[in-house]
């Protein structure tokens, strides 16, 4: 199975920062990478696909980079409701497998 | 507007089964993949299965196999997910969630999630 790391596990930022979140598989992935947000109590939703096409509907302040192995998630300009866990996950092979997820607090 | 509500969650003994159902509208049920996701109180996400588009091709966690078994039934545009001998680390809210790409089972995220139903597994 392809294992999925994200670091940090996480972070504290202020309203208004840029943040990265990082994920490496441990083997190639190609692009076949999404990126999902996650709040208190409620369904992941999906942010990032292709490592870094956005998904219809989520702004622009969330961007994704990388090919291969590393994969970065970019937040910009964050926001108080941007306070979530974010998780990883290949789509390459089966089992799909999922990073262990970042949490941020703002 | 794509819609997923997942329902059968309860709280049941070790051992036992529980037929858990997601209700798809919104979307032509019978043209893309479905996939069942769950997570352990204070964990993250892990996933459980897939299914095809026309039911023929699954696949599993390894963690699951031989005793969960997805299925679905495109005429009521509804996927299921029998669990059989439950045990207590099967404790989870369970998601689905709809693959992206229509008409394959490869190289599609998870676009769409449903609310989830909560799985007790108890004495």
């Known amino acids: 199975d392809i294992q999925m790391t994200q670091s940090p596990s996480s972070l504290s930022a202020s309203v208004g920062d840029r943040v990265t979140i990082t994920c490496r598989a441990s083997?190639?992935?190609?692009?076949?990478l999404a990126w999902f947000q996650q709040t208190p109590g409620k369904a992941p939703k999906s942010l990032i696909y292709?490592?870094?096409d956005l998904q219809s509907g989520v702004p622009s302040k969330f961007s994704g980079s990388g090919s291969g192995t590393d994969f970065t998630l970019t937040i910009s300009s964050l926001q108080p409701e941007d306070s979530a866990t974010y998780y990883c996950?290949?789509?390459?092979?089966?089992?799909?497998?999922f990073g262990q997820g970042t949490k941020l607090e703002i | 507007q794509v819609h997923l509500v997942e329902s059968g969650g309860d709280v049941v003994q070790p051992g036992r089964s529980l037929r858990l159902s997601c209700a798809a509208s919104?979307?032509?049920?019978?043209?893309?993949?479905m996939h069942w996701v769950r997570q352990a109180p204070g964990k993250g996400l892990e996933w459980v299965a897939v299914?095809?588009?026309?039911?023929?091709?699954?696949y599993y966690a390894d963690s699951v196999k031989g005793r969960f078994t997805v299925s679905r039934d495109n005429s009521k545009s509804t996927l299921y997910l029998q669990i059989n001998s439950l045990r207590p680390e099967d404790t989870a809210v369970y998601y689905c969630?709809?693959?992206?790409?229509?008409?394959?089972?490869?190289?599609?995220?998870?676009?769409?999630w449903g609310k989830g139903t909560t799985v007790t597994v108890s004495s």
């Open positions: 969630a709809k693959g992206a790409r229509i008409l394959t089972l490869y190289y599609h995220y998870m676009d769409v």
């Open positions: 083997q190639g992935i190609s692009n076949y």
């Open positions: 292709g490592a870094s």
């Open positions: 996950q290949q789509y390459n092979t089966y089992p799909y497998t």
């Open positions: 299914i095809s588009y026309d039911g023929n091709n699954k």
């Open positions: 919104g979307f032509t049920f019978s043209s893309y993949g």
